[in-house]
């Protein structure tokens, strides 16, 4: 079953703009990820944080981490053009399977 | 790095064929591999985790006959839709995980079926 939700499920903001993403989920994790879709095609893996972590940086990606709170964010700094995208957060249940979230869309607007 | 590729990335069939969907690793070994399905604008549903060498275990609510998945060889495992109708039309993906990085996956680009 899903355990993620996002918010918001739609985003269209300016090139250049930040976009932030929100992920909640309802299990307890040793970590979480961040996929990205491009329309039509297959996901790629963007960043883990792990449960013992409260911020990760990778390039203009920062990915926070609120056990407490069971929750996530994703923000893109400086978007671009090619930033248009679904992006997923994730969760490991059992054996390697990944359950992902609702998505958000994101749109960036030249 | 990694690639798992899929074959084919698109497919229209009639009501009623089987269709057979491969996904394979390009240059790693996977013993594990797992089949998603994406409806339009809505998130990925895992159907099945794809063992070499064994059975698959399938999702609750994923009929194992419907959805016949062979895991022959350490880089090919293959889904294939029996019978399909229109309501099977849908965005199929494989994934496998990554080496060394067991918590993480790479995806291949997917397979739109269209089933008249």
């Known amino acids: 079953s899903q355990q993620g939700e996002e918010d918001p499920q739609a985003l269209s903001i300016q090139e250049g703009e930040n976009a932030t993403m929100n992920c909640s989920y309802k299990t307890s994790i040793n970590n979480l990820q961040w996929y990205r879709q491009n329309s039509g095609r297959g996901l790629v893996h963007l960043i883990l944080i792990r449960s013992n972590e409260r911020e990760k940086h990778s390039g203009r990606l920062r990915v926070t981490l609120d056990t407490s709170k069971k929750s996530s964010s994703l923000l893109i700094t400086a978007s671009r053009a090619a930033d248009t995208a679904s992006y997923f957060c994730a969760i490991i249940q059992g054996a390697q399977k990944l359950v992902f979230g609702q998505g958000t869309r994101l749109t960036i607007n030249p | 790095g990694a690639v798992v590729s899929q074959h084919p990335s698109w497919v229209i069939c009639k009501s009623g064929t089987s269709v057979k969907i491969e996904c394979r690793s390009l240059d790693f070994q996977a013993t594990t591999m797992f089949w998603y399905r994406q409806f339009p604008k809505q998130s990925l549903m895992l159907m099945a985790t794809?063992?070499?060498?064994?059975?698959?275990?399938?999702e609750q609510g994923v009929e194992k006959d419907k959805f016949l998945i062979n895991h022959a060889s350490l880089t090919l495992s293959t889904l294939t839709v029996t019978s399909a109708h229109p309501e099977d039309s849908s965005f199929y993906i494989c994934?496998?995980?990554?080496?060394?990085?067991?918590?993480?996956?790479?995806f291949g680009p997917g397979t739109r079926l269209l089933v008249l």
């Open positions: 994934s496998a995980p990554v080496t060394g990085l067991q918590e993480t996956q790479y």
């Open positions: 794809s063992n070499e060498g064994s059975k698959a275990t399938y």
